[in-house]
């Protein structure tokens, strides 16, 4: 059985950083990718960072790409999203997750509980 546990949330002016770690427990298997997704209300939860462990492959949306970094630290089964230059557009909860690589939810088979991110104007 595979546990996420995101942490790192919070609220932070326009243009400022914050770093959403996740920690996870469990053997994942090979062809998994390790995805951020995120979901605003009222809108659709929507993939915007993912990692593949086996090759360290990193993907982005374009929203974020250049601001976002994913990471994975494996001494520690841990994996990181450091969002820099915040815009309120990214104000969401964030959710980790564990799964077939792609951008759809659909494709996720493990969820953690996400953090609130609060980006203010």
């Known amino acids: 059985q595979v546990q996420l546990v995101e942490s790192g949330g919070g609220s932070v002016q326009a243009g400022g950083s914050l770093r959403l770690s996740c920690a996870v427990t469990g053997v994942i298997a090979r062809k998994t990718c390790l995805t951020w997704f995120r979901q605003a209300p009222g809108k659709e939860r929507e993939g915007v960072a993912r990692?593949?462990?086996?090759?360290?492959?990193?993907y982005y949306v374009s929203s974020v790409e250049g601001r976002f970094t994913i990471s994975q630290d494996k001494d520690t089964n841990t994996v990181y999203l450091q969002m820099n230059s915040l815009k309120p557009e990214d104000t969401a909860m964030y959710y980790c997750?564990?799964?077939?690589?792609?951008?759809?939810?659909?494709?996720?088979?493990?969820w953690g509980q996400g953090t609130q991110v609060t980006v203010s104007s």
């Open positions: 997750s564990a799964g077939v690589c792609g951008w759809s939810p659909r494709s996720v088979q493990y």
């Open positions: 990692i593949h462990p086996a090759t360290r492959s990193t």
